[in-house]
């Protein structure tokens, strides 16, 4: 089982944000600064298609590697969760994938990837909390 930190006892939550052009493979968007003393909250996800002239698919998921005693979900929902499977960004454009909050664990990674190597950006706003 990993940790679930009690966030009711707080001692720092630092704001952070990362940036990251995303290939045809998965590739991991926040993974490192999920520790076991920490929870990340994932405030925002953007995705902008920086290709002038077509559009282009994106996937996002949330690979959970345990759930808590305290979670609902039990262990069968240990795996891939997605956010957004394929969805179509046109040329020039901006999506707001997420914009309600979600928690990650220790072990969890945010993963993303595109249908066409380098058309798409993904812009995640998040909290350490620890």
């Known amino acids: ?3 679930n930190p009690n966030i009711v006892n707080v001692a720092t939550i630092n704001g952070e944000s990362q940036g ?5 493979g998965d590739s ?3 993974i490192a600064a999920i520790s076991s003393s920490k929870v990340v909250k994932v405030n ?5 298609n920086v290709d002038g002239t077509s559009a282009a698919d994106v ?12 979670a ?3 262990a069968g929902n240990v795996g891939t969760i997605y956010l957004a499977k394929t969805i179509s960004v046109p040329a020039d454009a ?3 994938l997420l914009d309600t909050p979600i928690y990650m664990q220790e072990g969890d990674a945010l993963q993303g ?9 993904i812009f995640v706003s998040y909290d350490v909390i620890a």
């Open 28 to 30: 991991n968007v926040i």
């Open 113 to 121: 990837g595109a249908s066409a190597s380098g058309d798409l950006e």
């Open 59 to 70: 996937s996002v998921k949330v690979v959970k590697a345990a759930f808590t005693s305290a």
């Open 94 to 96: 901006s999506l707001v």
């Open 20 to 24: 990251l052009a995303l290939g045809t």
């Open 72 to 74: 609902t979900g039990g």
């Open 1 to 3: 089982i990993m940790a």
């Open 44 to 48: 925002r996800i953007t995705v902008a």
